[in-house]
């Protein structure tokens, strides 16, 4: 699976976007960009995933760029409860294979 | 909503004990898979089962067996505890539609080997 860099930490206040980066300029065509989160002592959560084109769900929505080298996952609102560390993974399917986080963003919402 | 549960939140045994920790879904999903997690380790796959009695090594099995008798529970078994197995450890299960399949996790347990 292709490697992923994103920036160790991040803030945001509270009620605000969270804009949280991600490169992956080795990215193949058959690899989809997924994020999960983890939410301290929690098991990681789900929150979205795309292939090519930008995808909206009830947590998050996520802008992949043209070249796919890059993508942006976007909290529209960040609350407190949002706080967490924030993996970017890319991979063909993760039906069969097992998860790989890097190290991820450290997410804290400021009130 | 899929629902991942995990039988334990935290469990403290004795080294040397055998240590079972149930994992259930309730989706039909075929797919489920426990990790385990450790600082500075990331996840790290245990085993992982495609359906009902089947099992496949993940990267760290030594020390672990797994138990699939039916579709909704998969179970990791410690057969004699030893300190470094202290960890979190995380059940998921697969679902979604093909090409597009996602992992849900549980909440985690974790474990404490004195």
């Known amino acids: 699976d292709a490697k992923t860099t994103q920036p160790t930490s991040m803030d945001c206040a509270e009620g605000r976007a969270a804009n949280l980066p991600c490169n992956h300029s080795t990215i193949s065509g058959n690899e989809y960009v997924y994020w999960y989160r983890q939410i301290h002592s929690q098991g990681p959560q789900y929150i979205i995933h795309g292939l090519k084109n930008n995808e909206t769900n009830e947590m998050a929505s996520l802008i992949i760029t043209e070249d796919r080298k890059s993508s942006t996952l976007i909290l529209p609102h960040a609350t407190l409860r949002d706080t967490a560390v924030y993996y970017c993974?890319?991979?063909?399917?993760?039906?069969?294979?097992?998860?790989?986080f890097g190290s991820g963003t450290r997410l804290q919402v400021q009130p | 909503d899929v629902k991942v549960t995990q039988s334990s939140r935290y469990l403290v045994k004795r080294t040397g004990e055998k240590v079972f920790l149930e994992c259930v879904q309730d989706?039909?999903?075929?797919?489920m898979f426990w990790y385990r997690q450790d600082p500075g380790l990331g996840l790290r796959l245990i085993y992982f089962s495609y359906d009902v009695k089947m099992k496949e090594k993940g990267d760290i099995p030594e020390g672990y067996s797994v138990s699939r008798e039916k579709k909704e529970r998969f179970s990791l078994i410690l057969e004699s505890a030893s300190t470094n197995q202290t960890s979190m450890y995380l059940c998921?299960?697969?679902?979604?539609?093909?090409?597009?399949?996602?992992?849900?996790f549980g909440p985690g347990t974790r474990l404490l080997v004195l």
């Open positions: 993974i890319v991979s063909p399917d993760t039906g069969r294979r097992a998860l790989t």
């Open positions: 998921a299960s697969t679902g979604g539609d093909r090409g597009r399949e996602t992992q849900y």
């Open positions: 989706m039909d999903h075929e797919n």
